[in-house]
């Protein structure tokens, strides 16, 4: 079972910085779009930044120009910058991908466990 493994996550005060890593556990044999999600307390989860296998970046408005998701396709691995850090940033943040594993027959969306990313004023 492929699994898809966080890293980066902490505390940081506002106008800081913090890069989010996510890989899957294993190798696979392909992989189509990967993406960021976040969840605030007592909010639903909502889309950070998703890239496509060709590179093509999609961000939420309240992240244009401060965040940058980038991947590296050798790794199989997304990445999260984020700069100048807001205390309205602070949440779990989760990875998501599209995976075509080895013998499967069909793209299956994977879910990371979370990292908490908490901006303090």
């Known amino acids: 079972q492929v699994q898809l493994v966080e890293s980066g996550g902490g505390l940081v005060q506002a106008g800081g910085s913090l890069r989010l890593s996510c890989g899957t556990s294993?190798?696979?044999?392909?992989?189509?779009?990967m993406g960021w999600y976040r969840q605030a307390p007592g909010k639903q989860r909502v889309l950070v930044a998703t890239?496509?296998?060709?590179?093509?970046?999609n961000y939420a408005d309240s992240v244009k120009g401060r965040f940058t998701i980038s991947r590296d396709n050798a790794k199989n691995t997304v990445y999260l910058q984020m700069d100048s850090l807001k205390p309205e940033d602070t949440a779990v943040y989760y990875c998501?991908?599209?995976?075509?594993?080895?013998?499967?027959?069909?793209?299956?969306?994977?879910w990371g466990q979370g990292t908490q990313v908490t901006v303090s004023s």
């Open positions: 890239i496509t296998g060709g590179g093509r970046t």
């Open positions: 998501t991908a599209e995976i075509l594993g080895f013998g499967a027959v069909r793209f299956l969306d994977y």
């Open positions: 294993r190798n696979v044999f392909s992989i189509n779009s």
